[in-house]
């Protein structure tokens, strides 16, 4: 079974409007990390949030939000105002760990193209 | 910030020959280095997590004398592919663990990737 779920290949926003990147997980730690990344075509990878199992709040920076749902073991990424450079693949990772998903590798998705129109 | 610097950004090579690809960490030491391979529009997968001082662990199915892994110092690992085959063609990123400060969480800092192509 896969680790990571992201059910949209691609997606197209509206400049200036905000778009919802999903992201399902599976897994059967308490203590979990979950991340999200940026892959414009250059190929680097830009990390952009995290949010921890045991974090009560969403997490948030900059135009980035994360919509953790704990129960539905979701963790969807909302980008408000988007712009014309957010275009890129996004990919929602998770790392699983006894020591609270604090250190270890990265489980990737398979991730989303984002395309902004102008 | 912590900056993971990888070299070649790109690399042709001919089948049979051996490709070296470098990642520095500048400003930190990296006591651990993640190797990731990455197919055209595909996910990024673990290849084998490197620790300074001590012999690389692979993940299931990569052959370790192919993807010859070197964590010589804190700040230099290296992937070497050796006997190159066109089915090696990938780009290859690494990672090192950066604590962020955030719920005391390390976010994994990119190198820039090196996309080989093997003729």
């Known amino acids: 079974a896969q680790k990571i779920t992201q059910t949209q290949p691609g997606m197209f926003v509206q400049e200036k409007e905000a778009v919802t990147l999903d992201c399902t997980y599976d897994?059967?730690?308490?203590?979990?990390?979950l991340f999200w990344y940026k892959q414009p075509s250059s190929g680097e990878m830009i990390f952009l949030i995290y949010?921890?199992?045991?974090?009560?709040q969403n997490a948030t920076e900059g135009r980035y939000s994360l919509n953790f749902q704990k129960a539905r073991k979701s963790a969807n990424l909302v980008i408000s105002a988007s712009q014309l450079g957010d275009s890129a693949m996004y990919f929602c990772?998770?790392?699983?760990?006894?020591?609270?998903?604090?250190?270890?590798?990265?489980?990737f998705g398979k991730g989303t193209k984002l395309s902004v129109k102008p | 910030g912590a900056v993971v610097s990888q070299h070649p950004s790109w690399v042709i090579c001919k089948s049979g020959t051996s490709v070296k690809i470098e990642c520095r960490s500048l400003?930190?030491?990296?006591?651990?280095m993640f190797w990731y391979r990455q197919f055209p529009k595909q996910s990024l997968m673990l290849m084998a997590t490197?620790?300074?001082?001590?012999?690389?662990?692979?993940e299931q199915g990569v052959e370790k004398d192919k993807f010859l892994i070197n964590h010589a110092s804190l700040t230099l690992s290296t992937l070497t592919v050796t006997s190159a085959h066109p089915e090696d063609s990938s780009f290859y990123i690494c990672?090192?663990?950066?604590?962020?400060?955030?719920?005391?969480?390390?976010?994994?800092?990119f190198g820039a990737g090196s996309r080989l192509t093997v003729l």
């Open positions: 949010q921890g199992s045991y974090d009560e």
């Open positions: 990672s090192a663990p950066v604590g962020t400060g955030n719920s005391g969480a390390n976010v994994l800092t």
């Open positions: 897994t059967s730690d308490q203590s979990y990390g």
């Open positions: 400003d930190f030491q990296a006591t651990t």
């Open positions: 990772a998770m790392r699983e760990g006894r020591d609270g998903g604090s250190q270890g590798n990265l489980i």
């Open positions: 490197s620790n300074e001082g001590s012999k690389a662990t692979y």
